[in-house]
C-alpha cells in the first residue's frame, strides 16, 4: 500500500472497473430506478401498500411490512429534505420509484 502523497492519477483510474463493469453498474441502477410506465403494468413501486395482504397471509408479517414501508418513507423524507439544500437534487433509488420487481 502506497501512502497518500505518492498515490497518483493513474492510480486512481486503474483502481477503476473497466468499461464493462461501469456500464453493467449504470445499467443496473437506472433499471432500479425507472419510473413506472404504462406498458409494464406488472411492476409496481415499492411502496404500495396493496401488497400486505395478497404476500402475507398472517396480520403480524403485514404489520411488520407496513412498518417497513413507513421507515422508507421516513427514508425519502429525509432525502427530499436535504435535497432543498443541495444544488443537484438526489433523485435515484428513491422508495416510491423503486419497483417491487426487477425485470432485465
Known amino acids: 500500500v502506497k501512502p497518500k502523497a505518492s498515490i497518483t ?3 486512481i483510474l486503474a483502481a ?3 468499461r ?3 456500464l453493467a453498474q449504470v445499467k443496473f441502477a437506472s433499471t432500479l ?3 413506472q410506465s404504462a406498458c409494464r403494468p406488472l411492476l ?3 411502496i404500495c401498500v396493496d401488497h400486505a395482504p395478497q404476500v402475507f397471509a398472517d396480520s403480524h408479517t403485514q404489520g411488520l411490512y407496513l412498518t417497513f414501508l413507513e421507515r422508507l418513507l421516513d427514508i425519502q423524507t429525509d432525502v427530499e429534505v ?3 439544500k443541495r444544488p443537484i437534487p438526489y433523485t435515484t433509488l428513491l422508495p416510491t420509484t423503486i419497483t417491487s420487481h426487477v425485470f432485465f
Open 20 to 22: 464493462s463493469a461501469f
Open 82 to 84: 436535504h435535497n432543498k
Open 44 to 46: 409496481r413501486p415499492l
Open 33 to 35: 430506478s425507472r419510473q
Open 9 to 11: 492519477e493513474e492510480d
Open 16 to 18: 477503476l472497473p473497466g
